[in-house]
């Protein structure tokens, strides 16, 4: 079956289902095509004449208009979330299109489900939120198609990729102030509850207890929580292991996905004057700016460093290389960075880098959020290196 045949087949769902739901669908099968299938056929079917696509970033917003102008879309208009759902009262459309439909406000500043429309398609790679709110998106709108890497890898429609997962030593002296806020937590918790989902709803509530006891022990738990977050996403020893990453795979485009702008700005000075740095407190015309520099290919940018700005949405087939220095738990956060470098490309085969603190908590939430994948775990950067270089010396050409 062609990309076209499926996205086609995936329409007739959305149409069984009376033009109501949602398509989660990975990054590299087109749901972006699909939508313009759908306004353009609904259209001619004379069953709508406007449209409302609203988008969680400017980035989108502007890629969204340049798809529009090129198809000639008429009565289409863009939104960003932020912006859609303050204009919710006085907003309507015929089909309302929420892509990146996770990520849509549910219950601040008007909210965007309630625009008034005919038929909703909403899109996104995996529709699973951490606080549970999809199940609000779920109820109105189900999922009428299910599109996996595994399927647009069997068919290629994605280019096949290679994830590797690299242990990071802290420092020593980061490694006694993480066990410290380690010990303190694990007691704070085993006080409150243990240490699952509950513990932390039930911090939540002790927090605002009038116990001086009970809130002084949520208020031991928070902070010993943020502060092994934040040793582990700013681990120092992982910019070194970067740097080699990006030494090793030179000739390719890469993409560096941080936790904080500040880890995310020192990578760039590390790397040097073929990185840039993108995150969502430049301005809009710098972030033009800078996206403008990195696909310009006589730029001579190869590295983007970006701390969460660019997790969806940021469509630039060259890539072939992602480092996801620093992640948290969630696997929808796992497929899109994925998706952003396996867009088909004839000869592409795309490599995607995990770092971890060894022996972390950080550890543990890039297990759960690669739960039901079989990535290749190494025992440090020095086994990468030796497989590429192995890999190089194989194929290059033999000299008489």
Known sequence: MTRDQRQKQSLNAWAVQGYQGCLQAVTGFG???????AIKGLTKKNLIKTTIVTVPTITLKEQWEQEINTFKLEGVEVFVNNTAAMRASELSADLLVCDEVHTIPTDTRGIILDIPHKYFLGLSATIKRSDGKHEEILDRYPVFDVVTFEECLENGWISPYTVYNIPVDLSDEDRKLYDKADRSFRY????????????????????????K???????????????????????????????????????????????????????????????????SKLTKKTQREILNDFTEKQSGIKTISTVQALDAGFDFPELSLAVVAAGYSSQLTNIQRIGRTVRAQEDKEAIIINLYSRDTQEERWLQNRQKGTTPIYLNSIHDLISIYEVSSRVQAPVGD
């Open 31 to 37: 749901k972006t095509r699909v939508t313009i299938m």
């Open 188 to 211: 704070a918790a085993s006080q409150i509850g243990g240490y699952g989902p509950d513990t932390l709803r039930l911090a939540q509530t002790w927090i605002k207890s009038p116990d």
């Open 213 to 279: 006891k009970e809130q002084g022990l949520a208020a031991m738990y928070y902070n010993a929580l943020r502060r092994r977050k934040d040793i582990c996403i700013n681990n120092q020893n992982k910019v070194e292991i970067v740097e080699k990453v990006v030494s090793l795979f030179s000739d390719r485009y890469g993409i560096i996905f941080s936790q904080s702008v500040d880890f995310a700005d020192s990578i760039r000075e590390s790397i040097g004057e073929t990185a840039v740095t993108f995150h």
